[in-house]
Every structure is written in structure tokens, then in C-alpha cells.
């Protein structure tokens, strides 16, 4: 038990990497991609050109267009791991090749985004979203929830889509499923997995949660029933890990069928075919696959279109950067400013579009223990950092500074507040405003004339930026040393057991609104271990009205966003613009990293790949 907690540690905040390289909204920056009618209005450094009907493509370095044309089957993508997959298909964070080998019930949907230049453009799947009305059914063909009468439980009901397959893996697993049709039992039998088998992090980590069980109520359907308090937060993780897998792998080889590649068969587009650790990870088409283009000029087609899918492993960014360079790779995401503009020049028919942000891990302390539990301290804490010189010299002034407890993210608008908001009160503007001369005499007026010293965990990756901070605070009299946690393992545990007095680590998504664990649950997530009533009952009131409204309750939990900052409970660092890069190749590609939630790659199966032109660039 203990190994696999450890296991969780280190793939949540692997996860959480991947997902706090979140996405802002599309702007007027070199490379955004806008969507007009049913091309693309792609913004250069040269000026504006239009895409026509054809258009899917992004911004190139060389300011053209790359327009889609007829979509083509068949060639390789090739895209990079930066670590051994660490494979269990029932855990929160499955590795990358398992997400393209199997399909929960509800994902993204594809058409809610840029889609190519075709699709709505609500969102650009930059950054994980969960957002009901950008969601699609996948393997549940229909899907809702309804509150009991008596206001207490929540029951969630699915059907099953008809005519879905388990791959024809080449394999000793592939040949015992056989390649036969999904069942609604398949599903039910999944679902109770994660909830009740002890393997399942999400019965590690939700002991409170262990008590629903999926439930057939026809030959195509099943419910589920939640406490109402509960709803939100179990069909979202029950969701998420509901992968569905056939059962019987499950009987003849155990927990081993979810943790080894060999025994992986799912519904999904690609089948796992080989894996050489420290290598890659080869995936094949499965052309089987059942779901069919939705939108563009492929609508109707097959999916996928790309015949093969590799990962390779690269641990060093520097390594990774000189493969896209080379062609040996298709597409890096998550790109830092300097290393998308250095490729830019380098290599001028590369494209690009802004899609993410990134931040250092933000600070948070022990409010229930002095001299945290005082709001004069914190309050003086943030008066004696310099957001705005810290932006600018790190970062060109690009990052939004206040960036918790949510970040800009598309389709979440209310629950961001940026110092320009009408509503961003006088209170909040002044955190934000660097004065050393208050920040000592609020020290003063808590009992600390002569400051204080305390300690920080963080991770390596973060020294830089806390040294600076650090500078900042022996102004007022605030000294901390550093501590470091060995591996991001360890740090998780340093927060599990609250065994610090501030840490610096990266907080949950905006997808995990409406559960709001960062500041109204009792868990690790909460690290400044806000338990005031006020706030929990309002969240309380959020989660409730989320269930038959989502829209509504992020405008209801605004003003609580509002309060929270003016408290002071997290010392938050900037937030600046990444960037996806890619070859003109890949068509009907427009950036995207995560299609729905804690989605990992989900848009490789709508893409295609224009052989010729990839051989007219010599690659």
C-alpha cells in the first residue's frame, strides 16, 4: 500500500505538470490562432491572413497558412515521453499510451474546440477542461444526472454505445478478448474496479467514497448514486479512471492486466504494440475503431487517420527541441517563450500557437500555527514581494500575476480575477502592490517588530525563483531557509503530512472546479489549511447549484474568489504564455494538448498527415 501511494505522489504531480501548463484565452499575441467562420484568422508578425474553407493549420515562423485539403490515411507521428510510462490503466494519471488505448464514458468534445479551424471554438483544449456543456458522450451514447426527491443523493444513468469493439490486439490478451463487442457489463464491472478493489488509487485516496456501486438497469444502461455532497467529485474521478477494460484479462492475469503493456486491450484508437523501456512506446491503428470524423472535411471518415503512434523517451528538453528541429518529431507542447522563439528561427516553416500557461509552484503556510494564522502577516508577505518587477524581469511582463486560486482558463471566466476586473477590489490591488514601508509596519502590528524566521519545502526546480523571494523578504525582517525535497514523492508527503511551515507546490486545475479542494476541502490540496465556515458553506452551496447549473454557480462562487484573495492565503506566482510547435504536416492540428479532462492526446486520432508536403521540407 504504501509503494502505490508513493507510486500516486509521483504521477499526480507528474500530472499536474502536464496540467498547470494550462491554456489562456486566444489574444491578439504572434502566433494565437482565432476562429472566423469555417477557416482561421492567423495573427503573424508580418499582419493578418485569412485561412479559407480549407484552412487548419496555425501560425507559421514564415507567416503563411497551412492549409488542410483532403485528409490522407496512413503515416507516423512520432511525439515524446519525458519518462518511462509508469502503466496502471486504474489510477488517476494513466501513462499516455494507455489514454489512446482505451475510452471512458464522457471525454471533450473535439467540435467544442478549434477542430481545425472548423469547430466552435468555446475552448482551445490548451489546458484540461471539464466543463459539462463542452463534454460529449464517448462510449455512453446518453448520459444525465437527477437529485432525489428528498434533496439527499444524486443518481447518474449512461447508455452504452452499441457496435463498440476491444481491439484485435496481436497479442496473447488480444486473442483471449477476441476482439468481441463491449457490453454494458464491461463498463459496470470497470466502474465497481476502481471503486471498491484496494489496487484503485481512487479507493486509496477516497475512503469516504467507497460506498457507490454501479448498478445494470437494462441490457445497454446503468446508474450510479452519489451522495449529493459527493456527486461532484465521484463521477469526476469515477469518470476519469473508468477506462474500460474486458474482465476477463482482469481474472487471468489480475492487477498485472492494468500495470503491463502486453495484457493492455481497449476500445480505443491505437492498440500498444511494443515498448522498449528508456526507448519508446509503438502504437498501431485499430481498424476497428468505431467513431467516425464529427466535423471538417473529413466528417464522416474513419478514425483515425494516422496508421502509427510513437512515443519516444527524452528526458532532456535540449534533446527534444534538436528532434522537432530535425523532424525526427512532430510536435512539442508546453514550450517556454525562449525555446518556441529560438526554434521559430532556426527553423521558419515550423508553426506554433500560444496554448498553456506555466508558473512556478506557488507558497502556501500553515494558517492554523503563528504567525500564519495572523492575516497582518500574510498580508505583509505579500507587500514585501514585487509581483510586477518579478514578471518583468523573469518574464518580459507576460505572466498574470494573481493566479489562484484559479487561472485564466477558456470557459472558466468568472472564477479569474485579473487586477484590471472591475470588481478586484481595493483590498486585493494593494497585496499586489510592492511596499516594504507597510509590509513592516503590518509585521510590527502583529507582534513581529523585528520579523521573523521560518522555513520553506519546495523542489529543486524551484530554488531559483524563492531565492528571490527570499531577497524580498529579509527587507522586512522575514528570513527562511530551504528546504528541499529529494523527488517530488517525498514532497507530496511533506504536504500529506503537513510537516512544514510554508511549501511551495502546484495546486489542482481549473478542472477540478467545482470540488475546490484548494480551499474547501480537509486534504493535502488544501495547503494553507483554510477551514473557515463561511467559506465552506458557501462552497458547499457552489457544489450544489453546479450540479443543475454549472454556469451559474462559477458566477456564485466569484465573490467567494473575491474574499479568499483578499485573506491572503497563498503567496501565488506569475503565470506566463506556452506554446505548442509544430511541422505544417500535421493537419486539422491547431496546438491542442488536452481534449476534455486530464486528457492526453486525445486529438491525435482527428489529425492527419500531408506526406507530400513533409517530403517537399526534406523530412
Given at each position: 500500500?504504501?509503494k502505490?501511494?508513493?507510486?500516486?505522489a509521483?504521477?499526480c504531480?507528474?500530472v499536474l505538470?502536464?496540467i498547470?501548463?494550462?491554456c489562456s484565452?486566444t489574444g491578439?499575441?504572434?502566433g494565437?490562432i482565432?476562429?472566423e467562420?469555417?477557416?482561421?484568422?492567423v495573427?503573424?508578425?508580418?499582419g493578418?491572413?485569412?485561412?479559407g474553407?480549407d484552412?487548419?493549420g496555425?501560425?507559421?515562423g514564415?507567416?503563411?497558412t497551412?492549409?488542410s485539403?483532403?485528409p490522407q490515411y496512413?503515416?507516423t507521428?512520432t511525439l515524446?515521453?519525458?519518462s518511462d510510462?509508469?502503466?496502471?490503466?486504474?489510477?488517476?494519471g494513466?501513462?499516455?499510451?494507455q489514454e489512446q488505448s482505451h475510452?471512458?464514458?464522457?471525454?471533450?468534445?473535439w467540435?467544442k474546440?478549434?477542430?481545425?479551424?472548423?469547430?466552435?471554438?468555446l475552448t482551445?483544449w490548451g489546458e484540461?477542461?471539464?466543463?459539462?456543456d463542452?463534454?460529449?458522450?464517448i462510449?455512453?451514447?446518453?448520459?444525465?444526472w437527477?437529485?432525489?426527491?428528498?434533496?439527499?443523493?444524486?443518481r447518474?444513468w449512461y447508455?452504452?454505445?452499441q457496435?463498440?469493439h476491444?481491439?484485435?490486439?496481436?497479442s496473447e490478451?488480444?486473442?483471449?478478448v477476441?476482439?468481441?463487442?463491449?457490453?454494458?457489463d464491461?463498463v459496470?464491472w470497470t466502474?465497481n474496479?476502481?471503486?471498491?478493489?484496494?489496487?484503485?488509487?481512487?479507493w486509496?485516496?477516497y475512503?469516504?467514497?467507497?460506498?457507490p456501486?454501479?448498478?445494470?438497469?437494462?441490457p445497454?444502461?446503468f446508474?450510479?448514486t452519489h451522495?449529493l455532497?459527493d456527486?461532484?467529485g465521484?463521477?469526476?474521478r469515477?469518470?476519469?479512471c473508468?477506462r474500460?477494460?474486458?474482465?476477463?484479462?482482469w481474472?487471468a492475469y489480475?492487477?498485472?492486466?492494468?500495470?503491463?503493456?502486453q495484457?493492455d486491450v481497449g476500445?480505443?484508437?491505437?492498440m500498444?504494440t511494443d515498448?522498449?523501456?528508456g526507448?519508446a512506446v509503438q502504437?498501431t491503428?485499430?481498424p476497428?475503431?468505431?467513431?467516425?470524423d464529427p466535423?471538417?472535411?473529413g466528417?464522416g471518415?474513419?478514425?483515425?487517420?494516422i496508421?502509427?503512434?510513437?512515443?519516444?523517451?527524452m528526458?532532456?528538453?535540449?534533446?527534444?527541441q534538436?528532434?522537432?528541429?530535425?523532424?525526427?518529431v512532430?510536435?512539442?507542447?508546453?514550450?517556454?517563450?525562449?525555446?518556441?522563439?529560438?526554434?521559430?528561427q532556426?527553423?521558419?516553416?515550423?508553426v506554433?500557437?500560444?496554448?498553456?500557461?506555466?508558473?512556478?509552484a506557488p507558497?502556501?503556510m500553515k494558517t492554523?500555527e503563528?504567525?500564519f494564522?495572523?492575516?497582518?502577516?500574510?498580508?505583509a508577505m505579500?507587500m514585501?514581494t514585487?509581483?510586477?518587477?518579478?514578471?518583468?524581469g523573469?518574464?518580459?511582463g507576460?505572466g498574470?500575476?494573481?493566479?489562484?486560486p484559479?487561472?485564466?482558463?477558456?470557459?472558466?471566466?468568472?472564477?479569474?480575477?485579473?487586477l484590471?476586473d472591475?470588481d478586484?477590489?481595493?483590498?486585493?490591488r494593494?497585496?499586489?502592490?510592492?511596499?516594504?514601508d507597510?509590509?513592516?509596519q503590518?509585521?510590527?502590528d502583529a507582534?513581529y517588530?523585528?520579523g521573523?524566521?521560518?522555513?520553506?519545502?519546495?523542489t529543486?526546480d524551484?530554488?531559483?525563483?524563492y531565492?528571490i523571494?527570499?531577497?524580498?523578504w529579509?527587507?522586512v525582517?522575514?528570513?527562511f531557509?530551504?528546504?528541499?525535497s529529494?523527488?517530488?514523492?517525498a514532497?507530496?508527503?511533506v504536504?500529506?503530512?503537513?510537516?512544514?511551515d510554508?511549501?511551495a507546490?502546484?495546486t489542482?486545475?481549473?478542472s477540478?472546479?467545482p470540488?475546490?479542494?484548494?480551499?474547501?476541502?480537509q486534504n493535502w490540496?488544501?495547503?494553507s489549511?483554510?477551514?473557515?465556515p463561511m467559506?465552506?458553506e458557501?462552497?458547499?452551496?457552489?457544489?450544489?447549484?453546479?450540479?443543475t447549473?454549472?454556469?451559474?454557480?462559477?458566477?456564485l462562487?466569484?465573490p467567494l474568489?473575491?474574499?479568499?484573495l483578499?485573506?491572503?492565503?497563498?503567496v501565488?506566482?506569475?503565470?506566463?504564455p506556452?506554446?505548442s510547435?509544430w511541422w505544417p504536416?500535421?493537419k486539422n492540428?491547431s496546438?491542442?494538448?488536452s481534449?476534455?479532462?486530464?486528457?492526453?492526446?486525445?486529438?491525435?486520432?482527428?489529425?492527419?498527415?500531408?506526406?507530400?508536403?513533409?517530403?517537399?521540407?526534406?523530412?
Amino acid at each position: 500500500m504504501t509503494k502505490k501511494i508513493v507510486w500516486l505522489a509521483v504521477s499526480c504531480l507528474m500530472v499536474l505538470t502536464l496540467i498547470l501548463s494550462s491554456c489562456s484565452d486566444t489574444g491578439d499575441e504572434d502566433g494565437t490562432i482565432t476562429n472566423e467562420n469555417e477557416g482561421q484568422t492567423v495573427t503573424t508578425g508580418g499582419g493578418n491572413e485569412t485561412g479559407g474553407d480549407d484552412n487548419g493549420g496555425g501560425t507559421s515562423g514564415g507567416g503563411t497558412t497551412t492549409p488542410s485539403g483532403e485528409p490522407q490515411y496512413g503515416g507516423t507521428i512520432t511525439l515524446t515521453l519525458d519518462s518511462d510510462p509508469l502503466w496502471d490503466i486504474i489510477s488517476f494519471g494513466a501513462t499516455w499510451p494507455q489514454e489512446q488505448s482505451h475510452e471512458r464514458m464522457v471525454d471533450g468534445n473535439w467540435v467544442k474546440g478549434l477542430a481545425g479551424g472548423y469547430g466552435e471554438a468555446l475552448t482551445d483544449w490548451g489546458e484540461s477542461t471539464n466543463i459539462p456543456d463542452f463534454d460529449t458522450g464517448i462510449l455512453a451514447t446518453d448520459y444525465g444526472w437527477e437529485i432525489t426527491e428528498d434533496g439527499t443523493e444524486v443518481r447518474t444513468w449512461y447508455t452504452i454505445r452499441q457496435g463498440v469493439h476491444f481491439a484485435n490486439v496481436p497479442s496473447e490478451a488480444g486473442a483471449m478478448v477476441g476482439g468481441r463487442e463491449m457490453t454494458v457489463d464491461d463498463v459496470v464491472w470497470t466502474w465497481n474496479q476502481i471503486i471498491h478493489d484496494e489496487n484503485a488509487q481512487n479507493w486509496q485516496l477516497y475512503p469516504g467514497v467507497r460506498y457507490p456501486t454501479a448498478v445494470k438497469t437494462g441490457p445497454n444502461s446503468f446508474e450510479i448514486t452519489h451522495k449529493l455532497e459527493d456527486h461532484i467529485g465521484g463521477i469526476m474521478r469515477e469518470n476519469l479512471c473508468g477506462r474500460v477494460m474486458p474482465p476477463e484479462l482482469w481474472d487471468a492475469y489480475g492487477y498485472d492486466s492494468a500495470t503491463e503493456w502486453q495484457y493492455d486491450v481497449g476500445t480505443g484508437p491505437y492498440m500498444i504494440t511494443d515498448y522498449v523501456a528508456g526507448n519508446a512506446v509503438q502504437l498501431t491503428r485499430n481498424p476497428d475503431y468505431w467513431m467516425t470524423d464529427p466535423i471538417g472535411p473529413g466528417e464522416g471518415n474513419q478514425l483515425p487517420y494516422i496508421e502509427n503512434l510513437k512515443y519516444i523517451i527524452m528526458q532532456d528538453a535540449s534533446t527534444r527541441q534538436a528532434a522537432l528541429r530535425s523532424g525526427k518529431v512532430d510536435v512539442l507542447n508546453a514550450m517556454y517563450p525562449e525555446d518556441k522563439d529560438l526554434l521559430i528561427q532556426t527553423n521558419p516553416d515550423l508553426v506554433y500557437a500560444e496554448r498553456g500557461q506555466w508558473g512556478v509552484a506557488p507558497l502556501f503556510m500553515k494558517t492554523t500555527e503563528a504567525p500564519f494564522n495572523d492575516i497582518k502577516v500574510r498580508k505583509a508577505m505579500m507587500m514585501a514581494t514585487n509581483f510586477q518587477e518579478i514578471n518583468d524581469g523573469l518574464y518580459d511582463g507576460m505572466g498574470d500575476i494573481i493566479s489562484w486560486p484559479y487561472f485564466d482558463v477558456k470557459g472558466y471566466e468568472p472564477l479569474f480575477v485579473s487586477l484590471d476586473d472591475p470588481d478586484c477590489t481595493p483590498e486585493i490591488r494593494e497585496l499586489y502592490t510592492y511596499n516594504p514601508d507597510k509590509a513592516k509596519q503590518l509585521l510590527a502590528d502583529a507582534g513581529y517588530p523585528d520579523g521573523f524566521k521560518t522555513t520553506l519545502a519546495l523542489t529543486s526546480d524551484a530554488v531559483d525563483y524563492y531565492s528571490i523571494l527570499q531577497d524580498y523578504w529579509s527587507q522586512v525582517g522575514i528570513d527562511f531557509d530551504l528546504n528541499i525535497s529529494p523527488d517530488p514523492g517525498a514532497h507530496i508527503g511533506v504536504a500529506f503530512s503537513v510537516s512544514y511551515d510554508m511549501i511551495a507546490i502546484g495546486t489542482s486545475p481549473n478542472s477540478s472546479y467545482p470540488e475546490q479542494s484548494l480551499y474547501a476541502a480537509q486534504n493535502w490540496v488544501n495547503c494553507s489549511l483554510i477551514n473557515e465556515p463561511m467559506v465552506n458553506e458557501k462552497a458547499e452551496e457552489v457544489r450544489r447549484l453546479a450540479i443543475t447549473d454549472f454556469q451559474a454557480s462559477m458566477e456564485l462562487c466569484r465573490p467567494l474568489v473575491l474574499y479568499l484573495l483578499e485573506q491572503a492565503y497563498c503567496v501565488p506566482t506569475p503565470r506566463v504564455p506556452t506554446y505548442s510547435v509544430w511541422w505544417p504536416w500535421l493537419k486539422n492540428y491547431s496546438g491542442e494538448n488536452s481534449v476534455g479532462y486530464w486528457g492526453t492526446g486525445e486529438w491525435v486520432k482527428f489529425i492527419w498527415i500531408d506526406q507530400n508536403e513533409k517530403d517537399d521540407l526534406g523530412k
